[in-house]
């Protein structure tokens, strides 16, 4: 059996615990990330859609109105709460697509998962490309989000569990940035087919998402399954074979033993630490001890629910889902979808730059200064737009002014929070709960992504019943922008630099507020006794838990 007679030894030196960094490593790693278009696309064609003139008058039965007819033209839009149900049921799909794929990527596998997502992924574009009515666009919009919800769970957890650590964050950061393009273009598209007076004009965009499903699901065959999900089923030659691949190494070189060991080591001390029940015992470990206490299982998964939480409520999807309609209501602003187009040219642009800093500064560092930013961009939109920048002033230069604001907002968001938000919640749990914990983060990414998407039509319209906020809304965003900057300096820990496992070392021993400082000084292979005798790589998960457990008893009796 090949590799068969390989036998894992560790190693007690914690800069050797992975590989040096190769091109085929960078290459899986930014295939994988292509998830993220599914995500930016499916974001950026409906805002644009939910304003094409001939989608208004298919959905609603409206006839066209004439130019010269403001309160006509003024009535020619969906009304609030179709906007509402149309945008948001894809993100009740993709709740519940988060959560089911966390148990999923346990099961059958995190690279079976993705590629199961995209199938679930064609059926909802199907109904939607086939829709004429509201009930046909709804019933594939949340199928399509269930595909979502799986893919963008587990896209993350796949991409942090293959990625060198020296450059985990940049190539995570990858997923944001391929969500932005994606983003850009469904703009592109749309704006290509809003003048059409068909059903081609939203059909184009929305079909063109089959080639996002085709493309990732084909290359997932060729990729490697994730070594930590064989680790974690018990297929240490699986294991093996698999980082092998992704490392570019000999399967018995000393680099491949050394980081198996590591994770084999960690595995069992968290399978000690975790205890394995039931299936619903299986979720509730993700709630296991204090949330006053950072090592604690339910800390990690509040930190990772609100770090997806506050990406949300930084209103950056409401520039996104409903920007094409905002600026329109702006009064001075001609072409609007060309605007739109712009703010996510901006968004495409400004992500890049976390592919350095997120290495450089720290992930700690880059959400607080994001965050600092959207608040002080955030409350200069709102100001100008309830003074200088009001409809009835017809103030060009305010409305100019208000949408560079927009736009540097939308920089420092990308820059940061965008990618950073992915980042964290791939690196905090440990293995036993690792998909779960994603899930559920990713579910809350998507459980607000659904609330904005319903509350914003009734936020911004000017029906009856709405708030008709207009630019005043952008003194809420920034309110909780506030809660994001509070958030990342109180319980985010600075995971840069760092292998999986020693991150959760380094939550054992210190605060998210001194983790920068935190430098590893042992490794878990050191710790289980695996750098003293060594494990085959086709041994059965008894054997390892063995020779854990005879090292256990040897320090025990040391210390008497």
């Not at 991409?159 to 450059?167: F, H, L, N, Y």
């Not at 965008?418 to 990713?442: D, H, K, M, Q, Y």
């Not at 959760?504 to 695996?530: C, N």
């Amino acid at each position: 059996m090949p590799g068969g007679g390989v036998i894992i030894t560790g190693t007690t030196d914690t800069s050797r615990i992975e590989a040096p960094v190769t091109i085929k490593a960078y290459f899986i790693c930014a295939f994988a990330a292509f998830g993220g278009i599914f995500f930016g696309y499916d974001t950026g064609w409906m805002g644009g859609v939910l304003a094409m003139p001939y989608f208004i008058r298919q959905y609603t039965g409206l006839q066209y109105p004439d130019p010269n007819d403001k309160a006509a033209v003024t009535a020619f839009h969906l009304p609030a709460s179709d906007q509402s149900l149309t945008t948001s049921i894809l993100s009740c799909g993709t709740f519940f697509g988060a959560l089911i794929a966390g148990d999923l990527a346990d099961m059958i596998g995190r690279r079976t998962t993705i590629i199961t997502g995209c199938g679930i992924f064609t059926i909802g574009c199907i109904l939607e490309v086939a829709s004429t009515g509201l009930g046909v666009m709804v019933a594939g919009r949340l199928i399509a989000g269930l595909g979502v919800g799986f893919i963008s769970a587990i896209v993350i957890l796949y991409m942090s569990e293959i990625a060198p650590r020296k450059v985990r964050g940049a190539v995570v950061a990858g997923y944001q940035f391929c969500i932005t393009i994606g983003i850009l273009l469904a703009n592109c598209v749309v704006y290509a087919t809003q003048k059409r007076d068909d059903t081609g004009s939203y059909r184009i965009p929305i079909a063109v998402q089959f080639l996002w499903a085709i493309i990732l699901a084909i290359g997932l065959f060729l990729l490697p399954e994730s070594p930590r999900y064989f680790v974690k089923k018990g297929k240490l030659e699986k294991a093996a074979k698999a980082l092998s691949e992704v490392r570019g190494q000999a399967i018995d070189s000393d680099y491949i033993q050394d980081e198996l060991a590591e994770i084999i080591a960690n595995h069992e001390y968290e399978m000690q630490v975790i205890p394995q029940t039931s299936w619903i015992g299986s979720w509730t470990n993700c709630f296991r001890g204090s949330i006053f206490k950072g090592v604690s299982n339910s800390r990690r998964t509040t930190v990772g629910v609100l770090m997806q939480m506050m990406q949300q409520l930084t209103g950056i999807n409401f520039i996104f889902y409903f920007g094409t309609v905002f600026f329109t209501s702006l009064g001075t602003i001609s072409n609007p979808f060309l605007i739109t187009l712009i703010t996510t040219l901006v968004n495409v642009c400004s992500t890049p730059i976390s592919f350095w800093t997120v290495e450089r500064f720290g992930r700690r560092k880059i959400l607080i200064v994001g965050a600092t930013g959207m608040v002080i961009m955030q409350f200069i939109v709102g100001i100008i737009g309830v003074t200088a920048g009001q409809e009835s002033k017809n103030n060009h230069a305010a409305v100019s002014a208000m949408v560079a604001f927009i736009c540097f907002n939308i920089s420092f968001f990308a820059a940061t929070w965008g990618p950073c938000a992915w980042v964290v919640i791939g690196e905090i749990f440990p293995l036993p709960i690792r998909s779960r914990g994603v899930g559920i983060s990713t579910s809350s990414n998507w459980f607000w992504n659904c609330i904005i998407a319903v509350i914003t039509p009734y936020l911004v319209g000017t029906g009856p019943g709405d708030a008709n906020l207009g630019a005043k809304v952008f003194f809420l965003w920034g309110s909780l922008c506030c809660l994001s900057l509070a958030l990342a300096y109180i319980f985010v820990p600075e995971t840069n630099g760092l292998s999986l496992e020693q991150v959760d070392k380094m939550m054992e021993e210190t605060t998210a507020r001194h983790t920068a400082k935190w430098v590893p000084h042992s490794t878990f292979a050191q710790e289980m006794g695996l750098t003293n005798k060594g494990v085959s790589i086709s041994a059965p998960t008894e054997e390892i838990k063995a020779a854990v457990i005879q090292h256990e008893m040897k320090n025990d009796t040391e210390k008497l």
